[in-house]
Nanobody, 115 residues
């Protein structure tokens, strides 16, 4: 099993930046791909970014060029650097991974971007 804990959310003005962190514990040696999803009020959860072995990254269309996902394997941590934030980026951001067909999710961290 894996436990995921996100941090780094908060209130920021449009155009600002934030960096989210997700620390994994448990069977971290089994982790391969990790990702960030977000869910805004009244909307479905959507992929923000993912990172696979070899630092192969994938981004949602709405965040390409503004967000960067990275990982520090020694710290069992994945990061999401968010720049040029927009009000529409307001959401709860969740860290996730999948082990042997089971999805694991953190509790989420709220990002609020004001006008």
């Amino acid at each position: 099993q894996v436990q995921l804990v996100e941090s780094g959310g908060g209130l920021v003005q449009a155009g600002g930046s934030l960096r989210l962190s997700c620390v994994a514990s448990g069977s971290t040696f089994l982790i391969r791909i990790m990702g960030w999803y977000r869910q805004a009020p009244g909307k479905q959860r959507e992929l923000v970014a993912s990172i696979a072995p070899g630092d192969l990254t994938t981004y949602g269309e709405s965040v390409k060029g503004r967000f960067t996902i990275s990982r520090d394997n020694a710290k069992n941590t994945v990061y999401l650097s968010m720049n040029s934030l927009k009000p529409e980026d307001t959401a709860v951001y969740y860290c996730t991974t999948n082990l042997f067909g089971t999805d694991y999710w953190g509790e989420g961290t709220l990002v609020t971007v004001s006008e």
